[in-house]
């Protein structure tokens, strides 16, 4: 059982206080304004972000808005949040867009979307690289973790653009190879990877990050061809946010205002000799 379970209010689906409280479970290192957060929950810099996501989760809860804002997955029969499905027809995409539309509408940014995007991306490419080895290795952990991640509704952050260094060098010529995400490390276990990922929405409020590769790979970047899922309170995992309201804004009563119910929080996530078990790693070297 996750550590979210115990908070599932309909079926597979948590509501926006259930969300609130699993934040509760886990303990990132969060930073934002130089400050460490003691707890991402309570931060009144943050509450603009995580009432946003809330609204994601009490809308799919809400019956004028479930043929929305949920989606069954034929594979499991489950009914799933519209923002973790992984698409089965070209009515899914547009159910996706007018989904988005509608939390945009109430909130600024859906920024759960960054998920289905990433989760679909994933699952598109694990096919690929089985099929172009005739394994089914790669489909098989994805799934495994799709089916973690529908179960417990889970608030997906997407760790894909690289802290990126010289624009006009490859990964690999970079002077600081932790410009990128890399792997520096593989065990029997798992993998071990250190780097920097810039403009993370809303990371300090989310469930797990999916870290991903930020553009094409040669063979000599495979240690940046690297895919995987970790907790965001991940030992070795450090989390610089910015208040949950817009860029420079300034904090009122030490919040951030924005729209004063509804902002988003982005975030650099600096990865020092982050542990990733194998059953999390998606694909590592297939550059
Ligand atoms: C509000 C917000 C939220 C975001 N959320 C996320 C998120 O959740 N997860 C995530 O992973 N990312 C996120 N991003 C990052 C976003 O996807 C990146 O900003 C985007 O991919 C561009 O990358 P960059 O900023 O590094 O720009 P660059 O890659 O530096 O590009 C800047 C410009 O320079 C050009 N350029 C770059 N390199 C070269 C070169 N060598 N030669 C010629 N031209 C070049 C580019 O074409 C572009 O026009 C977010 C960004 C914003 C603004």
Request: charged share 20%; glycine share 8%; hydrophobic share 40%.
């Amino acid at each position: 059982m996750t550590r979210d379970r115990m908070l599932l209010t309909s079926g597979r689906l948590i509501s926006g206080a259930g969300y609130r409280e699993s934040l509760r479970r886990y303990t990132p290192k969060v930073y934002v304004d130089g400050e460490l957060i003691a707890s991402v929950a309570d931060a009144p810099t943050l509450q603009p972000g995580i009432n946003a996501l809330a609204v994601s989760y009490d809308f799919a809860l809400d019956s004028d808005k479930t043929p929305l804002m949920t989606a069954v997955q034929t594979s499991s029969g489950a009914t799933v949040n519209r923002m973790l499905h992984i698409n089965e027809s070209a009515g899914d995409l547009l159910n996706k867009l007018e989904a988005v539309r509608i939390l945009c509408q109430e909130t600024g940014c859906a920024q759960r979307y960054l998920a289905h995007d990433a989760l679909n991306a994933i699952h598109q490419v694990s096919a690929r690289i089985d099929d172009a080895r005739g394994s089914s290795e790669h489909r098989a952990r994805f799934a495994a973790y799709l089916e973690e991640v529908q179960a417990s509704d889970w608030s997906l952050g997407i760790a894909m653009t690289d802290a990126k260094g010289d624009r006009s060098k490859r990964p690999h010529q970079q002077a600081n190879p932790d410009t990128y995400v890399h792997i520096v490390e593989r065990n029997p276990r798992g993998i071990v990877i250190s780097g920097t990922k810039a403009i993370v929405t809303g990371a300090p409020y989310m469930h797990e990050f999916l870290v991903m590769p930020s553009r094409n790979m040669g063979p000599a970047d495979a240690d940046f061809a690297v895919c995987c899922a970790l907790p965001v309170d991940a030992p070795g995992l450090t989390i610089i946010a910015r208040p949950a309201g817009r860029p420079g804004e300034k904090l009122e009563h030490g919040a951030a205002l924005f729209s004063r119910r509804y902002g988003q929080s982005t975030a650099v996530l600096v990865f020092d000799r982050v542990f990733v078990p194998w059953e999390r790693v998606f694909f590592a070297g297939e550059w």
